[in-house]
Every structure is written in C-alpha cells, then in structure tokens.
C-alpha cells in the first residue's frame, strides 16, 4: 500500500482494512507500506501498523502535509518481497504505480502471484485513452471525448463540442483527481491547468448528466457481476471529497432501476472485464442517461476502504468482507494464463 500517487491516502485506507479483515488462523499478513517516493518499502508487524493513524484527507494536495511516521533503522527496498518469502500479495495501491500494471510488472518479474488483474488489463483500465478505443472495438457506448495536449488551441475545443457544460480529468488517474466540470468558457483554462498537473494529455469529455452506478465484477475466466450501486453525491459529481468525505454521497445498494435495466449494466460490465482480460474484482463505472448505459471507466483495483462501494455490492450479495478478501486472494491463487 501507499506509494507514488496522489491517492497515497486512499491506499492506507483499504489496506488498513483489508488487513484488518483478513482471517489471522487463515493468514500470515505482512503489512508493507511504501513511501510517497516509492523508495522505502516498511515491513512492519501488524500489531503496529494498526497503531498508525491513517487518515484520508479531502484532497490530494492536504494529502502531502502529513506523513505517516514509519520508523525503521534500516530502510528496505522491494528485495522484502523475496526476504520474506510471500505467497501471494494483496495489492492495496490506487492510482499511478499500483493501478497502472508498474507494480504487477515487478511481481511478475519476481514470480510472486498478486490480486486483481495483469500487467496489461490494469494499464489499459488506468489509461483513459487507451480504455475508450478498447470500447469503441467493442461496440460499447461511452461519453463524446476529445483528447487535449499541451499547446493546442482551446479553440479547437469549442469546434468539437459545441455546447457546455465538459468533465475535464487527467487521463492517468484515479478518484476523480484533477477532473472539474466546465460551464463557461472562462473556466476551461483553470480546469485544463489543474488535469495538467496530473497527465499531458488530458481527457475532455461531454457531461452527461444522469444517474450513476456502480457495477462490481468478480471472477477469472468466468466472471459474474454483483448487484449493482446507484451513487448520490453531494456534490455536483462524484469528486473526491465525495468519495472519501463522510456524509458528501450517499451509496445505495441495490441501485432504484428497473430489473431489465440491472440485467443489462451486469451483462456489459462483464463485457467491459473480458475486454480488457481483468482478473478477481474490478469495478465499472456508468452513467445512465434516458435509461441507456454509458461507461465511463472501470478500477482494476477498487477501493475496499470501511465505506466503499465494492463491500457494499458484495453484502447485497450476501458475501461478508472478510469473505470478499478470501474470494479475491483465491482467485489470485489461480494459475493466469
């Protein structure tokens, strides 16, 4: 958990709870906490990881003014992996580095099995770009976009589009960081300078405004959707004070459309997993206007933090946290093609 990202805090957040809830009589857990530079690896015991204050703050940037105080006299690398002769690893890391195939890279390397999916399913889902022509392929709808570059006319922008508002994001990242929605043209410049903070290029795409939802997929070869979520933020959209503010969003589970409608959001989540060849669980995200379904991304690593909403869809389905780790590190246990 934690590492090179702007989601540093969200991902101590779900480890904290993972660990918390995997099975001791079953397990042997071996926190490993990587530092904002990614260049110390903590193998730390579980009785003092659990002391540590992990807090997710409202944004990234509030995020860097704390730092967990790891102490250790002698700082460890990524060669802990093999010191500790691990059997499997449960990737607790959200966003660039954990979510974006770079760590399962160097699993695979190692020969150590992880969670969730590969090297290639996990930077497709990260790079927006890349996901939208894997959906194109596929035949899936999805929302207008224009992919925008440093030194490109904004002009350009309003040719494309022709009407207000746009959801401008990096195109690399996760929980809605640097993404802000535009309804003039006076705010394009601020909201194209804040997703360059992130990723060049970045991603402009026609807001849609409807009701999303939230489809989990768990599974290898044959993977089956849970009931499905219908977010409610507080917020215009669901930002990332919305995600990880308590009382900013409301999820429900399971989500107030019709049967026909599930069934549908279900099939193409399943659709939008083999397409990317995704691996144990993973979450499809929609917004549906006039009752058709677009996508809009999908998180190879989802957030498992106490108020998420993979956990949620997963009781629905009558299957406990803990028993929602057990599932994931044994479909992890499963030998990949």
Known sequence: ???????YDVSLA????????????KFD??????SRDGQKWQALPV?????????????PDQNKKQELALVSSQPQNQAVLKEQKIDVVFIAM???YGEDGTVQGLLDLLGIPY?????????LGMDKIMFRKVLKAEKIAYPRYKVFKKGDQEKSVWQFFRKLPLFIKPYNQGSS???????????LKKALQKAFGYSNPVLIEEYLKGMEISCAVLGNDNPWALPLAEIEPKNEFFDYEAKYSEGKSEEIVPARISQSLTKKIQEISVKVFKAINARGVARVEFIIVKNKPFVLEIN???GLCAASIVPKEAKEANLSYPQLLERIIKLALEKKP
């Open 1 to 7: 958990m934690g590492g090179k990202t702007p989601e």
């Open 14 to 25: 779900t480890g904290r709870e993972v660990v918390k809830n995997l099975d001791f009589h």
């Open 29 to 34: 857990v071996l926190p490993i906490v990587i």
């Open 47 to 59: 009785e003092k990881f659990l002391k540590l204050q992990t807090t997710i703050y409202q944004t």
């Open 94 to 96: 959200h966003g660039p």
């Open 115 to 123: 969670t969730c999916s590969g090297v290639l399913a996990s930077a």
């Open 177 to 187: 960081v640097g993404a802000s929605i535009v309804h003039t043209q006076k705010e």
């Open 300 to 302: 190879t690593i989802p």
